[in-house]
Structures are given as structure tokens and as C-alpha cells.
């Protein structure tokens, strides 16, 4: 309806010179992005106004970066006010674009090899519970790697939750279960009870009375016999020693 205000129009408009400054502008600010996020640190703090004296590391590194380069400082000092390369939504899709990246260079390091998983549940300071998720690979140098691989919302805590979420990420991350060979939880207590009653049936248990219980099921009835195990038998007779002579146990096996 108004053609002087279609986009095409007003792309057209702008010169080689504006998209130039526009790149130098955006550059900076991606180097700045990802300087804090090496070093680990906060974006933004509770007062980023233009006279607060403590603008948090975002814009302090920014501007930081623009005093002692006269081409960046002179692009962020003609940017338009209207300009939201600064703004939190956009360090937040940058931030998202790199680790994506990140995630890609890691899932290609890995080689489609064999990997094991750490998961630590953890919230953050909304009490919103997380799951967060480490890859662990021994290279082909034969040097063991763990990487951060990313962090999970959670609707619950529970163990069928956690293992939904952890089935769902390596998904996404086109990770296959069939290479998973370890599993590691702290945090993640629910997946660790799982742990500490497998434990508790080990103590309870001595490895013979394991073997015992385990050739017990042969002699289970139910479909025919399906649990039978000829092998399983003639290892459970070797408990009673007293009942099965060695000659016994030579023939226990053909009369099985």
C-alpha cells in the first residue's frame, strides 16, 4: 500500500557504508559475548541505565572495547537509538547460536565412538528445576574428555522425568542410546536411589547366594519350563556337595 515503506525499499536505501558498520558493531559485540561466556561470567546486572556507574560485564567490556578502538567506538556512537544489538534479547539468541555450534563441534569430536553420561539436577534462583548433562569420551589418544553438554527444565524430579529428559537431549543432539556405555549422577537423586538399592540388595546378598537365587529361576515353572538352563542346574547342584557327588554331577548333565 505504501511502497516507499516495503522493506525492499528501504533495504535498497541503505549503502555499503551502513551494513559495513552494522558488521563492525556486531562483531564487537559477538566477541564480547564470547569472552564472558569463556570466562564464565554474569551478562547484565539490576541498573544497565546509561548514567549507572556499574553496568555489569556486558556493556562495561563493551564499552571497554570501543575506548580503545576508535573504528568500534565511532560505529556504537552513530548507531541508531533505536538499534537493539545491545539488548538482552539479542545477547540471548547469540548466546543460543553458539552453543549450537559448540554442541556440533563436540558431537563431532565424539566420531559416533562409545560415551558415557554424567547428570547432576540442580535449579536455579526461580527454584525451577534443571537437569544438567555431561558427556564423558576417552579420545583417540586415549585421553578421557568431559564436556558440558547442556542444561534440561525438568517438570518433575522423578526418575521416569529425568530419564524422559535425558532420552529427549541426546536425541536432539542425534546422540544414539545404543553408544551409551556409563552413567554417572549426583545431584540427580532420584536416578541415585536407583544406585544406592542396587548396593543394598549387593550387601544383603554374597555372590553365592546370588548364583544360588539366580539357578533357582530354572526351575521355575510358569510357560513350559521357558526358564530352564541346563548349565544353570548343574551349577546350582555344586552348592550341595553332599547330595551330588562328583560321579552324580558327570551325569546330572545328560539325564538334564
Not at 578502538?69 to 538482552?88: G, H, M, R
Request: hydrophobic fraction near 40%; include cysteine.
Amino acid at each position: 500500500m505504501k511502497e516507499k515503506q516495503h522493506i525492499q525499499s528501504v533495504l535498497a536505501k541503505q549503502s555499503n557504508q551502513d551494513k559495513i558498520e552494522y558488521r563492525v558493531q556486531l562483531n564487537a559485540i559477538v566477541d564480547c559475548i564470547r569472552f564472558i561466556l569463556y570466562r564464565g561470567l554474569a551478562f547484565r546486572g539490576h541498573n544497565e541505565s546509561q548514567g549507572s556507574s556499574d553496568k555489569i560485564n556486558f556493556l562495561e567490556l563493551l564499552q571497554f572495547l570501543a575506548d580503545h578502538n576508535e573504528s568500534i567506538n565511532e560505529v556504537l556512537q552513530k548507531a541508531p537509538k533505536n538499534c537493539k544489538l545491545t539488548q538482552y534479547e539479542i545477547q540471548k539468541d547469540i548466546v543460543n547460536v553458539i552453543a549450537r555450534e559448540t554442541s556440533k563441534t563436540i558431537i563431532q569430536d565424539l566420531d559416533n565412538g562409545f560415551f558415557s553420561i554424567l547428570v547432576d539436577e540442580l535449579r536455579n534462583i526461580s527454584v525451577k528445576e534443571q537437569m544438567a548433562l555431561v558427556l564423558r569420551n576417552v579420545n583417540k589418544k586415549g585421553i578421557i574428555i568431559e564436556r558440558f553438554l547442556g542444561i534440561v527444565h525438568v517438570a518433575s524430579t522423578t526418575a521416569l522425568s529425568l530419564k524422559y529428559a535425558i532420552e529427549c537431549l541426546l536425541c536432539e543432539r542425534n546422540l544414539s542410546l545404543s553408544k551409551l556405555r556409563g552413567q554417572g549422577y549426583d545431584g540427580a537423586s532420584n536416578m541415585q536411589v536407583i544406585d544406592l538399592q542396587l548396593q543394598e540388595l549387593n550387601n544383603h546378598f554374597s555372590e553365592a547366594n546370588t548364583n544360588l537365587l539366580l539357578c533357582m529361576t530354572c526351575l521355575n515353572l510358569s510357560n513350559s519350563f521357558v526358564a530352564f538352563d541346563k548349565e544353570k542346574l548343574i551349577r546350582l547342584a555344586k552348592f550341595y556337595s553332599s547330595d551330588f557327588p562328583g560321579t552324580d554331577i558327570l551325569a546330572l548333565g545328560s539325564q538334564l
